[in-house]
């Protein structure tokens, strides 16, 4: 994709809540960034639980189905990013930043406490966007993932304080 087409992409883009049906979307966005990919069923089967939401990325002007989406898991006041996915070709262009966005907007009105994540300390470009949205590393969990070489890797555990939490905790 030229810079000048992923301008306009990502000002297209259109977010919604994330549903069963675009569990086959999903799991084909998450096949295409991951090397352990989800299928649709159990992305499907995680969105039937109540304390499950996700946002779904979508190009206004059609094309493939889905640019990205992330997953949210909800334990009390804190939650969890579960994944988030932005298509390899539409990488760069603010889609993950969006998403990440709307589930910190959801987190607000939620009143949540805090969000949770966990990230391959190799991974860069999502460690950068984090470190943006203001997550702090707060842990770690070494040997948590395996590379395609089968090298094991650690997890980084990131933080992101909210600013109103829930009363009455
Ligand atoms: C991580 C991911 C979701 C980011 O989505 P994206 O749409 O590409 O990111 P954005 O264009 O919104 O970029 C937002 C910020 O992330 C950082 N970032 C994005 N791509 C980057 C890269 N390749 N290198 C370094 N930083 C990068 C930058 O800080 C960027 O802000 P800037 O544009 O103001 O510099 C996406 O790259 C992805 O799907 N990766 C594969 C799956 C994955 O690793 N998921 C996270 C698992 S924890």
Same mark, same amino acid.
């Given at each position: 994709m030229k810079w000048w087409q992923g301008l306009w992409a990502s000002a297209e883009v259109t977010l919604v809540s994330l549903t069963a049906e675009h569990a086959r979307d999903a799991a084909d966005v998450h096949a295409a960034t991951f090397a352990r990919p989800w299928t649709d069923g159990e992305i499907a089967d995680l969105l039937s639980r109540p304390n499950v939401f996700g946002y779904a990325a979508r190009p206004a002007q059609g094309g493939v189905a889905l640019t990205g989406f992330v997953? =949210? &898991? !909800? +334990? +009390? @006041?804190?939650?969890?990013? !579960?994944?988030?996915? =932005? &298509?390899? @070709?539409?990488? /760069?262009? /603010? =889609? /993950?930043?969006?998403?990440? @966005?709307? =589930?910190? +907007? $959801? +987190? $607000?009105r939620e009143r949540l406490a805090s969000l949770f994540l966990e990230v391959d300390e190799a991974n860069a470009a999502a460690l950068a966007l984090y470190r943006k949205l203001g997550f702090a590393a707060v842990g770690e969990r070494p040997g948590y993932y395996r590379d395609r070489q089968g090298d094991r890797r650690r997890a980084i555990v990131m933080r992101r304080d909210l600013a109103s939490p829930r009363k009455g905790r």
């Open positions: 997953l =949210v &898991r !909800l +334990a +009390a @006041d804190e939650a969890e990013i !579960l994944t988030i996915a =932005v &298509r390899p @070709d539409w990488q /760069g262009y /603010g =889609v /993950g930043r969006r998403l990440m @966005d709307q =589930v910190l +907007a $959801h +987190a $607000h």
